[in-house]
């Protein structure tokens, strides 16, 4: 029997405003330093990719970006209870 080490890539971080959070309470990827992140980290965001949110002063922990229908935009589903300070 083979066995196989799964090896786990650490999550891309990137710069979230956690002031800035839509009506289900997730944080939208369209401030200034996310975008910035976006595009100089080559991301190309889809519905179920893990990022690490962090908002280089207080908080940092996992999302999970979805795209909002009714804002037509992207944003990160994240639980306060996974975030850590900084």
């Known amino acids: ?4 080490k799964t090896v786990m890539e650490p999550l891309i971080t990137i710069f979230v405003d956690f002031n800035n959070l839509d009506q289900d ?3 939208r990827l369209i401030t200034a330093g996310a ?14 990719l893990e990022l690490l949110l962090d908002d280089n002063q207080e908080f940092k922990g ?25």
Request: proline share 2%; charged share 30%; aromatic share 14%.
């Open 62 to 86: 996992p999302g999970v970006v979805e795209f909002s229908k009714s804002e037509n935009i992207w944003v990160a589903r994240f639980d306060w209870k996974n975030m850590e300070q900084s």
């Open 25 to 27: 309470g997730r944080v």
């Open 35 to 48: 975008l910035h992140d976006i595009k100089t980290k080559n991301i190309k965001l889809f519905e179920g």
């Open 1 to 4: 029997m083979v066995m196989f």
